[in-house]
């Protein structure tokens, strides 16, 4: 699952320009997502002002509508996670691993970032090492007849908004109609993730956190988690509030997602999930258990996802996460 060798990517003078495009989108992406998440946004001030510390993000994640065309079976209509994965693919970023949600009628991807000058390590949040991108998508097929006219009614209507999925996303713009409330309520009754999706579009699902990359022992993501319960902020406890692979070596924990209020086209307006903040802390593989701390390379640590924390993170934006920590 992981490699030794760091990948190869935007280096070399003739792709600087590249790579500044691509932090320039990621910088709308993370200001969209500041400006609606405050949990997410006095975090972030609090874990860098606590210790004078940077910043690193392990990944950045999105959430869309996988479904077929009605015309042609098993041929997807462009709107999942090819929308937003093309353009992450054209700015050097490799598709890896795929991860199935069978029970929420889920499945996803991980794209590891291409390799960057060694200067750019130094830098904060989206200027800092590049982050990982998660994107997972909604297997619309499988959802009820009701659920899947609800979306395919929307997904039309935005003729070929699929095609700009990451201008969206860092416009915070969505490329359809607002919908009715009970339209929302119809997909929240059936999956969460789909009334998220519809009401939130391309913007940022999360950021989070790289704790093994923070100086100070918030490093450890056992000390991050008490550091953020202590200020006040409630983790999503779905499982346990620490979530950590079967071999031992990702742990990750979330907040639970803000809301916002939004007025829905029938003018009801109504307040609805919106963005988290994670935390992940990778651990040293066995094979380079030797190296002094000071060798340790991002490369040196456990690589990729894990559908078991992953199907538990995927609460923080639910009702019921919200409810057990009211
Ligand atoms: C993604 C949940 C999974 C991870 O790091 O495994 C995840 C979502 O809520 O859309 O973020
Ligand atoms: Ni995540």
Redesign the pocket.
Known sequence: MSSAEPPNGLQGSRVKGAESFLRNVLASMEAVYLSRNPTAKSILELVRSAHDDTICY??I???TFGLCLYSVMNKMDGHGIDSLASFFLDFGYTQKEE?SFPAKK?K?F?FSPPSISNAAYDGDGVNGPLPRV?I?QLLVDQMSKQTQDIIRKYTKCSCNGKKHAALAGALGSLTWEKPSHSEFEQLTRESE?AA?TLVNGYAL??V?ISTHRLKSHLKDIKSLNLFIEENGYKLNSEGSVL?VSPDGLLL?S?TLADSISFEFSDGITASVPCS?I?F?ERLVLPQYKHLPETEVKEYHRRDG???G?????????SKQQQMANA
Do not use: C, G, M, P
């Open positions: 392990d990944h994640a999105f959430r991860l889920l996803a991980w998660f997972s993730y998220w699902n999360h989070t979530k990750q979330s988290y994670e992940a996802f894990e559908v924390n992953a199907d538990k993170i995927f609460e923080s934006t």
